[in-house]
């Protein structure tokens, strides 16, 4: 007998869970999005100048191999991007200032690279000295990234080299984010021995050697000449082919169960299609708070669904960021060639908290010889920047634009993309609470899971595993 698999969201998570499902025999797979002005969630893309611009991600990371397994998957291999330049800046004092050599998200592996660095003071290139030949106990438990870095390295460190890059890929603050959920690499490092930078250099030489053998160096990201909307759009139109039914524009209000399965009441916008979807399994591919809202409905509020689960999902912390694009001509704005951005610690006095270079970063940005600026605003703490009313949001960015890059005159395009709620905060002992909330739900529900950047893993490859990992589980029953 077919079973009947219904996934809730169609941003990547959702969709690498269609992918893996559809691969089965027996298994027929739909997938409900709500997605508003178009489907696949934080992967958006969209003309800025006429050029295709992502409005959230834009790359992803090739180390965690996930991504570039299902763009193999998808015929997309030769479609890959690399970004053209590397490092970031970092601001401060006035000034933007290269990051040092030797960083391993942002935290430091070798001193004599540190040394002259204006955002270091001789007693930061000392510390790493130290921390490189500690004998202390390794890392036991879950800790905020922030707790370490400053034990091991300093304050100076922390705000100015660590927060700036691990900060900024989460929207968050150093001193709440988990080491284990969102530096695996800082949490396995810190657990096997007692020097955090002796083991990260030991990462470095590695993958030094890995390039050496290979006789390349494997970029550490890419992207796609069509931005993200491009990995969406040709892995929507080969679900389709594979038969997936993809129902747009459908909002998903409830999941339940009835009569031996489940049942997902929809509001949709089609008129004559079902209001009432039913299924053998759900994946619920959707941020933390709308799979508290889907688990909430049932029998109305005060009788959940699944209230342990709902709970749980309630603890569960997000930040809102806005992203303003700029369209500029060249000779308006000063981008130093080879620099991918710049990074603004928080505390600066700015809104903006980072400047990605578009158009350096990509070649088919370049095309028209304008420069793409991407401006994020707001993280954990800063909850009001990203809500500024649109004028003065614009206003406040350019000003601060004018400072940070030099930027004079008025611009050739702007546009303003809202992310209320859109970066998960993984505070310390997130993946406990993760496998806790599991276990509930598969107690309350069965047959009903979650998956997505709400839990293990906010970027894209680490969506697309845990998509494919809930599909493979959902379709063995
Ligand atoms: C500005 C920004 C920049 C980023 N940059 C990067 C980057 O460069 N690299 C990287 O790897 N990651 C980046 N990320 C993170 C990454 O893009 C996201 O974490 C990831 O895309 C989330 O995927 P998802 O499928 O879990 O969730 P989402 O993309 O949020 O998808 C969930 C989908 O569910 C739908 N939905 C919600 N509720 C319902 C409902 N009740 N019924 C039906 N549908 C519903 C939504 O409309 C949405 O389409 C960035 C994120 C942002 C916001």
Redesign the pocket.
């Known amino acids: 007998m077919t079973r009947r698999l219904v996934i ?7 969709l690498a869970a269609a992918w893996e499902a559809s691969a089965s025999r027996g298994v027929s797979v739909s997938v ?4 508003v002005p178009a ?5 958006r893309t969209s003309p800025l100048a006429g050029l295709p611009t992502d409005e ?6 090739a180390r965690v191999p996930e991504a570039l397994a299902l763009v193999d998957e998808l015929n997309l291999t030769d479609r890959l991007t690399a970004p053209a330049a590397g490092g970031a800046a970092i601001w401060l004092d006035g000034a933007a200032h290269p990051m040092p050599g030797g960083l391993v998200l942002g935290v430091p592996t070798d001193p004599a690279a540190l040394r002259g660095s204006p955002l270091v003071e001789a007693a930061d290139v000392e510390q790493v000295r130290a921390e490189l030949s500690r004998v202390g106990a390794p890392v036991t438990k879950d800790r905020s990234v922030g707790s370490l870095i400053r034990e091991r390295f300093g304050d100076r460190i922390a705000d100015r080299l660590v927060q700036p890059l691990l900060g900024g890929i989460n929207a968050g603050v150093l001193d709440r984010l988990s080491l284990a959920a969102v530096a695996p690499q800082l949490d396995r490092v810190a657990r096997a021995g007692p020097s955090l930078a002796a083991g990260l250099a030991e990462d470095l030489a590695a993958s030094r050697q890995a390039a050496a053998v290979a006789g390349t160096v494997a970029p550490p990201f890419y992207g796609l000449p069509g931005g993200m909307g491009e990995l969406i759009a040709t892995l929507r139109a080969q679900l389709t082919n594979r038969g997936v039914t993809l129902r747009d524009g ?3 209000r409830s999941v339940r169960t009835a009569g031996g399965r489940l049942a997902i009441d929809v509001e949709s916008t089609g008129s004559g299609e079902p209001r009432e979807v039913t299924a053998d399994a759900v994946i619920l ?3 933390g708070a ?1 799979a508290a ?2 688990l909430r409905g049932g029998a109305g509020p005060a009788h959940p669904t699944a209230p342990g689960a709902v709970l749980l999902l309630d603890e569960l912390r997000t930040a809102s ?1 806005a ?1 303003v694009r700029l369209a500029v001509r060249p000779d308006r704005v000063t981008t130093p060639p080879g620099r991918s951005g710049l990074l603004v610690p928080h505390g600066s006095g700015f809104i903006t908290v980072a400047i990605s270079y578009a158009s350096t970063k990509w070649a088919h940005l370049t095309t028209d010889g304008l420069v793409r600026l991407r401006v ?1 605003v707001g993280h954990d703490g800063d909850p009001d920047s990203s809500r500024l009313p649109t004028d003065e949001l614009v206003a406040r960015v350019l000003g601060e634009a004018r400072t940070l890059t030099g930027l004079d005159g008025p611009v050739e395009d702007c546009s303003v993309i809202r ?1 209320p709620g ?2 998960p905060q993984y505070d310390v002992g997130h993946l406990e609470r993760c496998d806790t909330l599991d276990a509930t739900l598969a107690d309350e529900l069965p047959n009903v899971t979650l998956t ?2 709400a839990y293990r893993g ?4 680490g ?1 697309i595993r845990q998509g494919r990992a809930a599909a493979a589980d959902a379709v063995s029953g």
């Open positions: 809730v969201g169609g941003g990547i998570a959702g409900l999005d709500n997605g489907p696949g969630g934080k992967l959230g991600a834009d790359m992803f990371l459908v909002r998903a591919a959707v941020p709308a809202a889907l960021v992203m994020s992310w859109a970066f997505g950047a906010i970027g894209v490859p969506c």
